[in-house]
């Protein structure tokens, strides 16, 4: 498992959504990327440095710090789009290979390198301005029922990360939480949210989004 590339954003127009600018066209870069804890949502910080967000409500802070796709995953889409897709295309800070992000537990740990630690957190969920960067009919339709979101993580050892690095799963919770599961229960399947409840590295945000949907005072 390792990591194929690092990918930092530069601000472009976000005729999308209503806002300024987005960061959602990302490239990898060469040379070491400082990552740490970015502090709460709302600043538009994110765990890279040089990156950083400007949805800053729903994007952004330590529980979205990093956001992961792995390279099969997007191999898997230019054979559906029948069109190349770039590392950094889906917005993604780490291209992966060799690593099944998508069927990650909620609270597993990987490290990245001799140093970095990150944490799974919650799964990406698709928004305006991902349907119009990607310019493909009914995109966040398509996304969904694919269930490949990809993961965000946290940062729980800060440091320095590069394309090539090794990725290694230090270890795994003992229940059976992943992201797709955690993806297709909050956007189209329901009857999974129960599943949900107990995860405790599940962000606070996304439990009391499965709580109010089954009706359970906070």
Known sequence: MRLVSVNIGAPRPNPWKGLRHTGIDKCPVTGPVAVSAPGPKGTGAVGLAGDRVYDVQHHGGDQQAVYAYAREDLD????????????????????????????????EHWRIGAD??????????????????????????????????????????????????????????????????????????????????????LPEEDRARVRKRLGQAD
């Not at 559906?80 to 060799?98: A, C, I, P, V, Y």
Request: hydrophobic share 40%.
């Open 76 to 107: 898997g889409w230019e054979r559906e789009l029948g069109r190349g897709l770039s590392n950094g295309m889906f917005g993604e800070n780490l291209t992966t290979s060799g690593l099944d992000v998508n069927g990650a537990l909620i609270g």
């Open 116 to 201: 970095v630690v990150l944490q799974v957190s919650c799964p990406r969920i698709p928004c305006g301005t991902f349907q119009g960067w990607m310019e493909e009919e009914g995109w966040i339709k398509r996304f969904t029922q694919a269930a490949l979101p990809g993961a965000y993580l946290r940062v729980i050892s800060p440091g320095e990360i590069r394309a090539g690095d090794e990725i290694t799963v230090l270890d795994r919770p003992d229940h059976d939480v992943s992201i797709s599961v955690v993806f297709r229960a909050l956007t189209g399947e329901p009857e999974l949210l129960t599943r949900l409840l107990g995860v405790d590295a």
